[in-house]
Structures are given as structure tokens and as C-alpha cells.
């Protein structure tokens, strides 16, 4: 079974410049998820799906971060303009559904330098 | 205060040895617990859940102490490819649906 698929690997940006990842989740995972890991501490959840609604932003910082899952099934989450401290690698999970008892599974993620 | 909170280390440990991690949760209503590693530069995968009456697989046991609100994993026997980072993570809330809340992880290296 294919994996959490995520592109780009890598990115190296320049403060101010926007930036956009892309997420495939596992075929049939309605949930989708979107971390932050900041170098040294752990993941820290940014956005959750569930099919193409969110169920939860909270953490998102809105005025320069956004994202979608328009139809359901890949999404993007984007950065505009960028800072410094957005530095980070950011990971894409899907589970099958929003029960607790449904694993998350973590896509290798994009490593962001902003420069 | 962080909502879960862990030692960072690194723990350096020989093979064989035993170690043992805690971490400490701030909300008394979190309902499910579990351990996730995560190797260098890659992504965190679930090693176990934390069950209330505690659970083993193999040379991992997890505990879970609610009235004291911490979680503990301990690693027998340990071997050069537990070297890693433990994240210690938790649901914080009921009926939240799969919200998870990361620890900032401790490290182990095993050495030979």
C-alpha cells in the first residue's frame, strides 16, 4: 500500500516569498492533517480535514497561512508571505477517519529554510 | 506550562541496557495516550497506544498513571536500532475527535 506521498522535498525561500506544499494522502483516508515541526520539538498540528471541510484551524496562523483539500483527497497548504521563524519541516498525515482509535500516518515531509 | 512535557536528553544507553522515559500531560480529561518514534530526519511513526491497565509488545512496555497524569515507556534489552526520538503523545480532549498533541520528544542512543 502507498504511503503519505508529499513534494516538495525540500525548499530553501527567501523571507517575504510565498510557498506551497502538496499532500497525497493514503487512498481512503478521509482525514488529513498538516503539522508544523519546528527543529528540536515535536509536531504540532496546524489543520485537520475531514473529506474537503475543516474541522479544526485553530492553530493555523490565518494571516499568512492557508489551505485546501478541494475535492477531497490531495491538498496543498501554503505560506504568504513567508518569515524566518516559519523555518520548519512540515509533515502531512492522513488517518481513515476521525475516531481516535484510527492511526495517523505521516508523509515524509517538506523541509522549509527561509532565508 | 506545555501540555505534554518530556525530558529532552539524549539518553545514552549501552546495548542491553534498560531505560525507561516519562512525560507528564496538563489535561486531566485526555482520554487516549500513545508512544511515537521518530528516526532521524524521517517522520514519526506509532510505536504503541498507552492503555489504561498498560501494555507490552515485545521488549516495550507503556504505562499509564492518570491520577499523577504521566505516561512511561520502557525499553528492555535495548539494541543500536532503538536509537531514536520518542514523542510521547495525547489526545487532549474527549469527543475531540483524532486531535493529537505532541511532547517534544526524547532522544536515546544506544551505543555499542
Known amino acids: 500500500e502507498a504511503g503519505v506521498a508529499q513534494s516538495p522535498r525540500y525548499k530553501i525561500i527567501e523571507k517575504r516569498q510565498s510557498v506551497a506544499f502538496w499532500c497525497n494522502p493514503i487512498?481512503?483516508?478521509?482525514?488529513l492533517y498538516w503539522y508544523q515541526q519546528i527543529l528540536g520539538q515535536g509536531p504540532k498540528l496546524l489543520i485537520q480535514f475531514q473529506n474537503n471541510g475543516v474541522v479544526d484551524d485553530s492553530q493555523l496562523p490565518k494571516d499568512r497561512f492557508s489551505a485546501e483539500r478541494l475535492k477531497g483527497v490531495d491538498s496543498t497548504l501554503k505560506i504568504q508571505p513567508a518569515k524566518l521563524e516559519d523555518s520548519a519541516v512540515y509533515l502531512c498525515?492522513?488517518?481513515?477517519?476521525?475516531?481516535?482509535?484510527?492511526?495517523?500516518?505521516f508523509g515524509p515531509g517538506t523541509r522549509l529554510t527561509v532565508t | 506550562r506545555k501540555e505534554v512535557e518530556q525530558d529532552p536528553g539524549p539518553f545514552n544507553v549501552p546495548e542491553g541496557a534498560t531505560v525507561a522515559f516519562n512525560c507528564t500531560y496538563s489535561n486531566s480529561a485526555s482520554q487516549s495516550f500513545f508512544w511515537y518514534r521518530q528516526d532521524c530526519r524521517k517522520e514519526p511513526k506509532l510505536l504503541m497506544s498507552?492503555?489504561?491497565s498498560g501494555n507490552e509488545d515485545g521488549r516495550f512496555t507503556a504505562q499509564l498513571n492518570r491520577a499523577s497524569q504521566y505516561i512511561s515507556l520502557l525499553i528492555r534489552d535495548s539494541k543500536l536500532s532503538d536509537s531514536a526520538t520518542y514523542l510521547c503523545v495525547v489526545n487532549p480532549a474527549y469527543n475531540a475527535g483524532n486531535m493529537l498533541t505532541f511532547g517534544g520528544g526524547t532522544r536515546l542512543m544506544v551505543k555499542p
Open positions: 498525515a492522513s488517518s481513515l477517519g476521525r475516531r481516535e482509535g484510527h492511526e495517523q500516518y
Open positions: 487512498s481512503g483516508h478521509a482525514t
Open positions: 498507552v492503555y489504561s
